[in-house]
């Protein structure tokens, strides 16, 4: 079985551009949630969703933004980049419901320059 | 911000021997907390969980204990091996979806 995939898995842009990254998650699971981790972080939550609404939102500023689609993959978009942006973006997958395991994916490496 | 706080950034044991990473959290009202490991280059891999409710939960290989009185977390990894080099990461979980992530442990194993 597929798990979860990120793409792309590197990525290279510059201040003041943006950015859309896309994950998929395990085949039945319905809540995608997305995560930025720094170097030597642990992952900050930015946003989740369940059935395509929007669940949770972590202290993030509007620049970030996300949605998910009727076949529950999902779309983490960053404008106006900032160096201060670079970092592992991870999606997170599980069934939905309280306390499910979260799964997550290998990420996607931003490095804004 | 919000964090989740681990007690020693790194743990360096010898092959063989049984690690304790330990963790304390903030949030009274978590009611699930997951232990994850993740390698270089890779996500989070989930090891174990448990629930509020429990003081212990025991896997393949690996523990987790539980104390609410003093909120601390830890996960015990028995004969531990090589490849369980890696940064170990305890989250909690104040609501659905939601999971707050502490510093890490880097794990290191000597042969």
């Known amino acids: 079985d597929a798990g979860v995939t990120q793409s792309p898995t590197h990525l290279i842009k510059t201040r003041g551009q943006h950015v859309t990254l896309r994950c998929s998650p395990i085949s039945g699971h319905k809540s995608v949630s997305w995560y930025q981790q720094v170097l030597g972080q642990g992952p900050q939550f930015i946003f989740q969703y369940y059935e395509k609404e929007e669940r949770g939102r972590g202290n993030f500023p509007d620049r970030f933004s996300a949605r998910q689609f009727p076949n529950y993959s999902s779309e983490l978009n960053v404008n106006a980049l900032l160096l201060g942006d670079s970092a592992l973006y991870l999606c997170?997958?599980?069934?939905?419901?309280?306390?499910?395991?979260?799964?997550f994916g290998q990420g996607t490496r931003l490095t804004v320059v | 911000g919000e964090s989740v706080g681990l007690h020693l950034p790194t743990l360096s044991v010898q092959e063989g021997d049984n690690s304790i990473i330990n963790c304390a959290y903030s949030n009274s009202a978590s009611d699930y907390f997951i232990w994850y490991k993740q390698e270089s280059g890779k996500g989070p891999q989930f090891i174990i969980d448990?629930?509020?409710?429990?003081d212990k939960r025991q896997g393949q290989r690996v523990t987790v204990l539980l104390n609410k009185t003093v909120k601390h977390l830890s996960l015990q990894i028995a004969a531990t091996q090589p490849g369980d080099s890696a940064v170990y990461f305890c989250?909690?979980?104040?609501?659905?979806?939601?999971?707050?992530f502490g510093q890490g442990t880097t794990l290191q194993v000597k042969p």
């Open positions: 989250a909690e979980n104040p609501y659905t979806g939601k999971l707050i």
């Open positions: 448990i629930r509020s409710n429990m």
């Open positions: 997170a997958s599980s069934k939905g419901g309280e306390n499910t395991e979260a799964f």
